[in-house]
């Protein structure tokens, strides 16, 4: 392999691995980091949790004993510009320059106010060849609810839901399966990635879900309702303390053990409790329905990205599913005989 060529190939393993990360990092963003000397990969990391070391500083420290020598003659490859101010770690740019490595090759610039291209100058300040744009698309594309939170302070909203062949989300008063076992457990995949979940009061008064991830790896994301009137039954998995549970009224505020009340006005209800999130550093939401919850989010506009599971189950009657406004088709996959097609808000930045 030429000397020259691989930086696609390396850049392609620090998605990789910045992806182990997912559901663990947030609010910071997902990175991977591998070093290279000579076309041979010396040493690699990710940040697995937050407020843990970065990816830069675990994958030097991952360096073995008889190849440290090496570092300051390799070349350290990171999908995201490497941090240059104290948070709850060190910069990692100095930590680069401590072990006097010489070029660093960036997959895409951290546009936070934190960092916003201070970390590259301050790498060529020290004297650093750096390389950036390597993969960018795929850069900010892994960390598009990092970047999103940085810029509007609210989280990332992606919409879900499964429907029948003929366009139908379930039945009034009835819990139907409509979607396969393999997509159930792509779902719990899903949720273990997201900082917060929504269901509609419907939703959480009929089907009374579990909103965890007992289907997948991972931390259970918060789970959320809005209760207006605060009438749900104590009796539902909502308030089994087993997760964190924030529930949306217009009564009252109260913490109860893992249970946060939150009282919110009765107009531009999303807004509100989009901003409240906000400042509580959730960066991320996935909004689960029911189909007039989730009418509602795109009814507002308060949507990112929407994922539906199309089933070739027909129900003929029933609950029409949602319908999408402002909408573009990214990509699709097959689960078995379940057609899952991933749109994106075209009018969100």
């Known amino acids: 392999m030429s000397e020259t060529i ?5 850049m392609q393993r620090c998605l990789h691995l910045a992806q182990l990360g997912a559901g663990q990092v947030a609010p910071n963003p997902m990175v991977g980091s591998v070093l290279v000397h000579k076309n041979r990969i010396i040493g690699e990391g990710y940040h697995q949790q937050f407020g843990a070391a970065h990816a ?33 770690t060190p910069p990692c740019v100095d930590y680069i320059k401590q072990h006097q490595i010489p070029k660093v090759v960036i997959g895409c610039k951290d546009f936070s106010s934190k960092v916003n291209g201070m970390g590259i100058a301050r790498l060529r300040e020290d004297g650093v060849e750096v390389l950036k744009g390597i993969l960018e698309k795929e850069s900010k594309l892994l960390n598009r609810r990092f970047f999103y939170f940085e810029g509007q302070q609210v989280p990332y909203v992606i919409l879900k839901w499964a429907e029948s062949a003929d366009g139908f989300i379930g039945k009034p008063k009835q819990r139907l399966k409509i979607s ?30 579990q909103l965890n991830v007992r289907l997948a790896k991972g931390k259970n994301p918060i789970r959320i309702v809005l209760d207006r009137e605060l009438e749900l039954p104590s009796h539902l998995h909502f308030f089994d303390q ?20 939150i009282k919110i006005g009765p107009e531009n209800e999303l807004e509100q409790m989009l901003e409240i999130l906000g400042k509580k550093k ?68």
């Open 56 to 88: 830069e500083v675990l994958c030097i420290q991952s360096v073995c004993e008889q190849d440290k020598n090496l570092i300051a003659d390799s070349t350290l490859y990171v999908n995201l510009e490497p941090c240059s101010h104290f948070g709850k």
């Open 242 to 261: 087993s997760q964190e549970t924030i529930v949306f009224n217009t009564l009252h505020n109260k913490s109860d053990a893992q249970i946060e009340y």
């Open 282 to 349: 959730v960066s991320s939401l996935l909004v689960e329905g029911g189909a007039k919850c989730l009418q509602q989010w795109v009814d507002a506009n308060q949507w990112n990205e929407a994922r539906v599971i199309k089933s070739a189950v027909y129900l003929h009657e029933g609950i029409a599913a949602p319908h999408l406004q402002n909408a573009e088709t990214t990509t699709q996959m097959q689960v078995q005989n379940d057609t899952i097609t991933f749109f994106t808000n075209y009018t969100r930045s």
């Open 180 to 209: 396969n076992p393999f997509s159930d457990r792509l779902v719990h995949q899903w949720r273990a990635e997201e900082s917060a979940i929504l269901v509609g009061y419907q939703t959480a008064f009929q089907d009374n879900p």
């Open 6 to 10: 691989p930086h696609e190939s390396y």
